[in-house]
């Protein structure tokens, strides 16, 4: 088996009132968490990103809505506790909401993570349980969203489900900040 070389989390927050977050995000995969943050002003209402952990599939340009996460070597898939292929049946993948005070809430419109190994070859792909309309998470509502594996061989594919949820929402691209 191979090392996981590289993690795209495709996320798109919610269109309702209050929808996003100034609150951390995590995404555990293989065993470990990883913090989903950039140097643009993340999970804002409406806002579509993809953070890359890791190796990029289409390195070395990053075509928005791709963005990498801050502090990159301590959010890498093959830097400290190396995420390995192997074991990704092993652990539950998910995304987990950390809020900044009690009345802090934020609403997942759509979450999709693809895993990659060596060269950007696609490993494996997970989404919410189908339907998923959205969800909110908060201090009352729970902190956890769990994803589940998607059957498929092509990881355009598991993103082009969230390109869709957010066209239909009205939502664009966001062009990422400088890095």
């Not at 009132?17 to 968490?33: H, N, S």
């Not at 959010?75 to 987990?96: A, C, M, W």
Request: glycine share 12%; with cysteine.
């Amino acid at each position: 088996m191979a090392n996981i070389t590289g993690i795209l989390c495709q996320v798109i927050t919610g269109s309702g009132d209050g929808a996003g977050t100034d609150g951390d995000i995590y995404l555990g995969i293989g065993g470990r968490e990883f913090h989903l943050d950039s140097t643009a002003d993340d999970f804002e209402r409406n806002s579509w990103r993809e953070y890359i952990l890791g190796r990029a599939p289409l390195e070395p340009n990053l075509p928005p809505p791709q963005i990498r996460v801050k502090d990159p070597d301590l959010n890498h898939p093959t830097k400290g506790y190396i995420v390995q292929s192997q074991f990704l049946d092993e652990f539950p993948v998910y995304v987990r909401f950390e809020s900044n005070g009690d009345n802090d809430h934020w609403q997942i419109g759509f979450v999709a993570v693809i895993a990659y190994t060596g060269a950007s070859e696609f490993y494996a792909g997970y989404i919410p349980v189908e339907p998923f309309d959205s969800l909110w998470l908060g201090y009352k509502t729970g902190k956890i969203l769990y994803l589940h594996t998607v059957e498929d061989q092509f990881g355009d594919r598991v993103l082009d489900r969230g390109r869709l949820v957010a066209r239909t929402a009205g939502i664009t691209l966001e062009q990422p900040a400088a890095e």
